[in-house]
């Protein structure tokens, strides 16, 4: 597998079941810190709202996944959300759906519908996109390699994450996994470069 599908900006959208308000927004996300700094946020933003629920998915394998109902009954929120991720075939995505209770109990296929609903709503709000999965290397040179270096990352769209520029210069960039050979092929050809792997 050389992509991988996500979103790339935040999403927001609303849905209203019998006085009861679901609010959805999608993030994209790289790691747990990231997850932990939305919800928390959320939650400050949301004080008053009962629940805040949410399903997550991050890296390629699909074993970095996590699921909270926030005491809705079980398996009615965020299963609910994660599926809907997993049939948009969705990596490095976050949803939480705030509620606000609106006064009538839903039951279960109401909750269910809902999280689901306001979930499918947000996803189609949100532009999906298609992105390489990438080999993350750290590269050293002398700074007089550097134009050389930045046209080469340039050439085979890779991402630069860290650039520092001193005397000697290093760069984390990840490679996209379908190029790596020729983009490490043509970097090896330049002089006094040291190329390695993260592991």
Do not use: W
């Amino acid at each position: 597998m050389d992509f991988y599908f996500t979103i790339n900006k935040e999403g927001f959208a609303e849905y209203k079941d019998r006085g009861s308000k679901f609010l959805a927004f999608a993030y994209p996300i790289k790691n747990k810190d990231e997850f932990k700094t939305h919800l928390q946020a959320l939650k400050k933003e949301h004080p008053k709202a009962v629940h805040h629920c949410f399903a997550y998915r991050i890296g390629y394998d699909g074993n970095n996944f996590r699921v909270s109902d926030d005491r809705e009954p079980s398996g009615t929120a965020g299963k609910q959300i994660l599926s809907q991720l997993d049939s948009k075939n969705l990596c490095n995505i976050l949803v939480i759906v705030v509620r606000y209770f609106g006064g009538t109990l839903l039951g279960v296929p109401g909750l269910i519908n809902a999280y689901k609903t306001v979930t499918s709503l947000v996803l189609q709000c949100t532009e999906v996109v298609k992105k390489s999965i990438e080999v993350n290397y750290n590269l050293q040179f002398n700074y007089t390699e550097m134009n050389e270096v930045m046209r080469i990352l340039k050439q085979y769209n890779c991402t630069v994450y860290k650039n520092e520029n001193q005397l000697f210069c290093k760069i984390e960039a990840g490679i996209p996994k379908d190029r790596l050979t020729e983009t490490l092929y043509a970097l090896e050809n330049i002089l006094h470069i040291e190329i390695q792997k993260i592991e």
